[in-house]
Every structure is written in C-alpha cells, then in structure tokens.
C-alpha cells in the first residue's frame, strides 16, 4: 500500500461495509478481533478496496485474547491477495518478528501500533515510541489520549518531527479533547485517519463518521 500519501481507512467488523465505504475510503481496516469468523470473511472478500487486518489486544483497546491463536490468525491474513497491511503493536513484535517477515513475503505491508488509553506522554517518549515503531514496520502508528489541548500540540508537534526524519507516522488523540487531530494531523504528515463507516460503531473514542471525515481532510487539503 502506498504511505507517501494519506490513506483514509474506514474501519469495520463487517467486510459487507465495503461498498459503503468506496466514496470515501482508500483502505478498509478489518477488525478481525470484533469479527465473528474473520478468515472467512476474508476468503470470501471480492471488494475493490485494499485491506488493512487488525487483530486487537484487550489490552490496545481491542476484543482479542492475547494467545497465539490471534497471532496465527493475523499471519494467516496476511496470505490473501486482497489484505495489503497488517497492524501489530509495537508491544508485541519486539517479540514476533517473524509476523513482520511474514508480511513482507506476502507483500504485505506491517503498520507497527501503541495505544494509550489513559494520557498523552510526553514530547520525546512519543518520537521515542514512533522511532522504535518504525524499525520494525512501514508505519509507525500512535493513538494517545488528549487530556488537555496542550496534548494535541504535543503530538502533532511529534508527528512533524518525525515525518521531518523520514519516518512514516499515523497518529491520533483519542478521545473528545483531541478529537480534532484526526482531522489536521495529515497536515503534520500523519499517514493513515481512521473513521468507521457506521457512526454508531467507532472502533475507537472520538472517531468521528467517514463521511465527516473525508470531507474535514478535503476542506482542510
Ligand atoms: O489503531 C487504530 C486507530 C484507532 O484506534 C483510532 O483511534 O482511530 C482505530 C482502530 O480501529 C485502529 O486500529
């Protein structure tokens, strides 16, 4: 998958959105963690867009048991055609590289992830988190929760500094302080928004719908 560019991911459980989601979208993030039986969904996908898999910890914000069914069933993903990235958290490919290689000799891009559902870390423990993210994968990926509007500047100030040192970053504020960062962190350099393509089943705080998003990320380009 192209990163020199924004790519707008509409995310879902439900692979049958992938219509809905082709006015607006580049990608579709699959949550396979929220999806009844995801390699069947897959095997069965015949959509136009390209695929993102996302097999979520409970941890990360996901509904994935952490055992090494989850890593398999990722990994497995990443065999279809169809299935142009994988996202894997930074916390657990420090240990499973192999999931990275196994991307890559499927042509599969990796999208390496941290999530933090509690605060907004500071200036250098974010490009710290975002540089180590990017050994491992394509893009490097950091959703952090805004307490306070100093947060958001913060991280975008992160997002441009590492996109200044060739890094491919995605970052976002969670929730609804920092909300507004899905729309003008692209404007850093961030690489992937992400917005559900039905309002009432966000897969994370403060998403805001797709149609809502693209046309913020159009007016704002
Ligand atoms: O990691 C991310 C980003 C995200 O958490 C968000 O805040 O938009 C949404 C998730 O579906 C995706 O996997």
């Not at 302080?177 to 039905?198: Q, T």
Request: aromatic share 4%; hydrophobic share 40%; net charge negative.
């Amino acid at each position: 998958m192209d990163f020199d560019s924004l790519v707008l991911a509409a995310a879902t459980a439900d692979l049958s959105d992938e219509p809905a989601a082709r006015a607006h979208a580049d990608a579709v993030e699959f949550r396979m963690d929220l999806a009844n039986d995801p390699l069947d969904a897959l095997a069965t996908y015949d959509g136009e867009l390209p695929l993102i898999a996302t097999n979520r910890t409970i941890e990360e914000g996901g509904e994935a048991p952490e055992n090494s069914d989850r890593l398999d069933t990722l990994s497995r993903a990443a065999e279809f055609p169809t299935v142009a990235a994988i996202d894997v958290e930074l916390a657990t490919i420090t240990d499973e590289e192999w999931l990275a290689d196994e991307a890559r000799d499927h042509d599969a891009d990796c999208i390496v992830s941290t999530h933090d559902f509690d605060a907004t870390p500071s200036r250098s423990a974010m490009e710290n988190t975002l540089t180590r993210a990017s050994e491992y994968g394509t893009v490097a990926k950091l959703a952090v929760t805004a307490t306070d509007p100093g947060d958001v500047l913060d991280l975008l100030a992160a997002t441009h500094a590492r996109t200044e040192r060739g890094d491919r970053v995605a970052t976002m504020a969670m929730d609804a302080v920092g909300g507004h960062s899905r729309a003008i962190a692209p404007l850093y350099g961030s690489r992937i928004a992400y917005a559900p393509v039905d309002p009432d089943r966000a897969t994370a705080p403060g998403q805001y719908d797709l149609a809502t998003l693209a046309g913020l990320l159009d007016t704002l380009d």
